[in-house]
């Protein structure tokens, strides 16, 4: 069983950074497609990024180009660095990993609120 405990996120203005961690543990993330999603209570959840076990990488449109994927083998951590944030970014962001298409395990959520 993998146990997946975030950080990061907190209130930055627009056009400002922030970068999410998701501690692993339990097994490697080297072996597993590993994601960031976010979503709010009644609104739909969206993937935002993924990266697979090949080190291949997907993103949202919404977010190409301003968020980055990535992850440290060595540490067992997953990182989301986001870049020139907007409002509509405002979302309780959270990590997961999977195998086979199919998401296993979750992070406890981060909220992130970007203001205008």
Not at 12 to 37: H, K
Not at 62 to 72: A, E, L, P, Q
């Amino acid at each position: 069983q993998v146990q997946l405990a975030q950080s990061g996120g907190g209130s930055v203005q627009a056009g400002g950074s922030l970068r999410l961690s998701c501690a692993a543990s339990g097994a490697s993330i080297s072996t597993y497609c590993m994601g960031w999603f976010r979503q709010t209570p009644g609104k739909k959840r969206e993937g935002v990024a993924r990266i697979n076990s090949d080190g291949t990488t997907e993103y949202a449109d919404s977010v190409k180009g301003r968020f980055t994927i990535s992850r440290d083998n060595a540490k067992n951590t997953l990182y989301l660095q986001m870049n020139s944030l907007k409002p509509e970014d405002t979302d309780m962001y959270y990590c997961r990993s999977g195998r086979f298409g199919v998401w296993y395990y979750w992070g406890q959520g981060t909220q992130v609120t970007v203001s205008s």
